[in-house]
């Protein structure tokens, strides 16, 4: 039953994502509509493409857990109207109360939505690292939330999470185990994943990509990503995968499009040093494998600059 949903999730949203499409739920400021993906767990799959004025910021997936006892949402969204919206969705599924709201990381998509949250009372759970990156960058994040969003940035303040934790946490309502999981260095600080072992569901978060590029920051530790990824997440085995970008699908496809495709840009970059390649060079080396990917043209040459920086001095 549970494979037969999550079919029927993909058939039901947009089989194949693309950054071309603006809008999936007109009438409504989230890009799409939630969908049971497996039974009790819920994603509004954001946009592929970076945050626009059409997506209003939702190019994340917004996800809820409902437990019997309560819901669990997993990610405050980009602002207040959306995390309002989101609200409206889970009332609409549930007369449940929202219990807690997890942030994915510390990025403005997963917590500038946090505003709304806390005034409901909700509480909102986020990893140390990733509520640290908030304090720091949040007004950085409003700015460029009302620059992008306009009149669909209303009422969103910045608003640190209310509880932090280091590796784990573990919740239980109803007769729902979940787990709320730092597994270590990825993406960005903080990365957070909330796993439902009796499920096998991965809400992953920013630690797994496919449909679109993963981008990689300054400070990022690629190699680091790929040890936490094979020696942390991929032993969970999870039978059902919500990445942070992207329809929800399985471990072979994002370790496909995530860990494979970081590993395959590392041996790149480590060959045009070997070879005296500067970081004019490192720019232009060969991506095609991975140009089917959304967000290709705006990451693929930055993602090499930055991995080229990393590995200079490894």
């Known amino acids: 039953m549970l494979r037969l949903t999550l079919a029927a999730c993909l058939m039901s949203s947009a089989a194949f994502a693309s950054e071309d499409i603006p809008d999936q739920y007109p009438g409504s400021v989230l890009y799409s509509k939630p969908v049971e993906v497996i039974p009790h767990v819920f ?5 592929t493409a970076p945050p626009t004025y059409e997506n209003a910021g939702h190019n994340n997936n917004l996800s809820f857990i409902v437990t019997g006892d309560g819901v669990i949402v997993v990610n405050g969204g980009a ?40 005034a409901q009372g909700v509480p909102i759970l986020a990893q140390e690292e990733a509520a640290a990156e908030f304090a720091e960058t949040g007004d950085q994040a409003l700015i460029a939330l009302r620059g ?11 608003v640190a999470p209310t509880e932090t934790f280091t590796d784990e946490k573990t919740i239980i309502l109803g007769e729902v185990t979940v787990q709320v999981l730092h597994l270590g260095p ?25 449909e679109r590029m993963p981008p990689i920051f300054e400070g990022t530790c690629t190699s680091c990503w790929i040890e936490t990824w094979e020696t942390k997440f991929a032993p969970l085995a ?16 994002v370790t496909r499009y995530t860990r494979d495709y970081v590993a395959d840009l590392r041996e790149k970059i480590a060959a045009h040093i070997d070879e005296g390649g500067d970081l004019a060079g490192a720019y232009y080396v060969d991506q095609s494998r991975w140009q089917h990917l959304d ?20």
């Open 148 to 158: 992008y969003a306009r009149e669909n940035a209303e009422g969103t303040t910045v």
């Open 79 to 118: 602002s207040w109207k959306l995390a309002e919206a989101m609200h409206a969705e889970i009332r609409a599924v549930t007369d449940q109360p929202v219990k807690l709201v997890v942030n994915e990381n510390g990025q403005g998509h997963s917590m500038l939505g946090n505003s709304y949250w806390a």
């Open 295 to 314: 967000t290709f043209e705006e990451l693929a040459t930055r993602n090499a600059g930055v991995v080229f920086s990393e590995m200079e001095f490894e």
């Open 238 to 253: 999870p039978t059902y995968v919500i990445p942070g970008h992207g329809h929800p699908t399985n471990l072979a496809q």
């Open 43 to 47: 994603s509004a799959i954001g946009a």
């Open 186 to 210: 990825a993406h960005s600080p903080g990365d957070t994943q909330v796993w439902i072992p009796q499920w096998s569901m991965m809400i992953a978060g920013d630690i797994a990509f496919h």
